[in-house]
């Protein structure tokens, strides 16, 4: 149980477009979801928390317009980013919280951002 | 959430448990310990996690000091596929801090 999948795992896209990155929990629901990045050989930077049906909370530096985060469904959260730079070339990853005694997060498998 | 040091790396012989301490000094009664692993290039994994008592399921034994300022994350019988960066986390509200992690090697 407490499976957490990421659409698409890698892409790449040239400066200037956005990029929509899908992050489910496909055996519970989760109301509370949240975004990383990872440059390489780094720990992971939490960017963000995603509620579902409200808007979500940022991290302090992280610009809420260029990270569009959509928490739509007790499933379904996702990360736009917009107008691409190549700065934003990173590893993201995302976790759903369990609900329950113990609130665990569980890790989506991550995706490989390129903007060329 | 209270910050927790761990040791850079270390190696660990296949076969062999392997004991990954963490030091979380200024931990508050409510704030429960959890261990993940990241593979390279994948998502963390989740481990284990515990608030006071020793806790051991099929991946790992956590063992976290009377005082609760430090634990040992022990795996009993280190494989190839063990080798991982280990995320030692102390976590009170929903939100996780990553540290750096300790790099841990298996080798054959």
């Known amino acids: 149980g407490a499976v957490v999948s990421q659409h698409p795992s890698r892409v790449i896209c040239k400066s200037g477009t956005s990029v929509k990155i899908e992050c489910r929990s496909l055996?519970?629901?989760?109301?509370?979801m949240f975004w990383y990045r990872q440059f390489p050989k780094k720990s992971l930077m939490l960017m963000a928390t995603?509620?579902?049906?409200?808007?979500?909370?940022?991290e302090q530096g992280v610009e809420k317009d260029k990270f569009l985060i959509n928490h739509a469904s007790l499933t379904l959260s996702t990360l736009t980013v917009t107008s691409a730079h190549p700065e934003d070339s990173s590893f993201y990853i995302c976790?759903?919280?369990?609900?329950?005694?113990?609130?665990?997060?569980?890790f989506g498998p991550g995706t490989r951002l390129t903007v060329l | 959430d209270a910050k927790t040091t761990q040791p850079t790396s270390m190696d660990c012989a296949e076969g062999r448990a392997a004991n990954l301490p963490c030091n979380h000094s200024t931990i508050s009664g409510n704030e429960y310990v959890y261990w993940y692993r990241q593979i390279h290039s994948q998502g963390p994994q989740y481990i284990i996690h515990?608030?006071?008592n020793n806790e051991t399921n099929e991946m790992a034994s956590l063992i976290i000091t009377e005082d609760r300022k430090s634990s040992t994350l022990i795996l009993p019988h280190a494989t190839l596929r063990d080798t991982a960066v280990y995320y030692c986390i102390v976590r009170r509200t929903y939100k996780y801090i990553f540290g750096t992690g300790t790099r841990l090697k298996v080798l054959a």
């Open positions: 995603s509620n579902e049906g409200s808007k979500a909370t940022y």
């Open positions: 976790s759903a919280l369990t609900s329950g005694s113990t609130d665990t997060q569980y």
């Open positions: 055996d519970f629901q989760a109301t509370t």
């Open positions: 515990g608030l006071k």
